[in-house]
């Protein structure tokens, strides 16, 4: 069902009166970036009521007639997104903006760590650290060379079901980048001795993970949470597999994972669509799609208590979670304002958000260092949670009433005011990440992989405002409330209450 917008007939006088937003749409799939800055408000006369569907993936930009309030105009006059794909299934998805003078261009995939078995886990990320250190055409020292005298960055990174590869440089040299993402993704040699040199450098990244106690927190609530399912296995993988992955096994995973129709070619910035398609003929056409699709199973979300007690740890890290929705799901909006309605907070940051309830009860009885809300989506799945630090290693199971009092809240009293304030710092936050050409060609290659499609400003705009107190208090119930919870205590966490004790307070009884 398409979204609609409809006008009362005092705004419609004054919609005729005013020059129509530039919304392109280049395909069916093409939507459009960055909003630019806000133009003049509109008469206090113009009111606009927008009714969206409940899927997210078939909406499209609406009528250019139709919008008449400066927030949509700055959000309609944006670049667009154009969009081609080869026969062979790989996706050219640009943006293009001819003030840039620099651009990003990458090749997201859609392949991670959840692919990989108890066995081979840690070949994905193995294999991104091999994809610099020299192809079938170029040397390590040629590939580093030639990406410095084009004054580029080339970066990369793996996560549980993406990996990208992209680079930033002059728009005059992005015809080179896409040259060298094909020699890489493609004719990486995967010579022992690099696969050796990576071994010990990936060894010291998981001894420096293993310090970082937040990642460390969240590996140990993926693995509780998702007990045999591939979605609990780590990034990185452990030590004892690194040590022992061979070159078989990262050439394995490449010819089965690293397919066209898996892979996105996204850029943005001062890049020219019909350009880079040429190049991606030239470059990836060639690459077969897989004869089979690989078929994840859904992850069944089990409640679980994981602690790891380390009393002479300065504070306490705790992580409480529910689980959560995938990207796609129409509840994931909701979820995500829930999410803003709780925010995050730390101690430097005084007590100067009276507004939030929970940051009130913890500077009262200075319970926490700091928190944050989290709303982690996956491809069918998700978790949806608080993750807590305390020096208060006494009065954890205060922190953890305050917590589970703030979700019971989020279940029957949320205001309308304070959604307002979420889905605006919502908004912000979304918007502020596009303020980059990398920012915005990640954005791109993501949404792709997981939509099919990139959501317009205009269509994130409106799936947030449409949300109402009263479905956060809906979703909030349906995922919250008597609701399996995973808790994961790392640290000093003698004070915190046995699990039967947490789980029970998910059902409170309210005379």
Partial sequence: MASRVLLRPAAAAAASARPAPKCALVSPRSVAGTAPPALPACAPSSRLVRSFASSILTTPTPSSDSVIYSYANSLGNTPATRVTKLPNGFTIATESNTNYQTATVGVWINAGSRLENVKNNGTAHFV??????????????????????IGGHLTAYTSREQ???????????????????????????????????????ILREVEMLDKQKEEVVFDHLHASAFQGNS????????????????????VQFVEANYTPERMVLAAAGGVDHDALVKLAESHFGSLKPAATKPKLQKPTFIGSDLRARY???????????????????PDYWPLLVAQSVIGSWERGLGTSHLSNKLIGNLTKYDL??????????????????????????????????????????????????EVFRAKNQLKTSLLQSLNSSTSVAEDIGRQFLVYGKRLTPWEIDGLIESVTAQDVMR?????IYDKEVCVVGYGPVESLQDYSRIRSAMSPIYY
């Fill in 128 to 149: 991104e650290h091999m994809a610099f250190k020299g192809t079938k055409t170029r040397t390590q020292a040629q590939l580093e060379t030639q990406i410095e005298n």
């Fill in 163 to 201: 990996t990208a590869y992209y680079a930033k440089t002059l728009s005059s040299d992005a015809n080179t980048v896409v040259e060298i993402l094909s020699d890489i993704l493609q004719r990486s040699n995967f010579s022992e001795d690099a696969i050796d040199r990576q071994r010990d450098l």
């Fill in 231 to 250: 979605l609990g296995l780590t990034t990185l993988g452990p030590a004892e597999n690194i040590k022992n992955i061979t070159r078989a096994d990262i």
């Fill in 311 to 329: 009393d002479d740890h300065p504070t306490a890290h705790l992580a409480f979670a529910v689980e959560g929705v995938s990207w796609t799901n």
């Fill in 368 to 417: 926490a260092n700091s928190f944050v809300a989290f709303n982690a989506s996956y491809s069918d799945t998700g978790l949806f949670g608080i993750y807590a630090v305390s020096e208060n290693r006494m009065h954890l199971d205060d922190l953890t009433h305050y917590i589970q009092q703030e979700w019971h809240r989020l279940c029957m009293s949320v205001t309308e005011a």
């Fill in 475 to 479: 979703v909030a119930t349906k995922y």
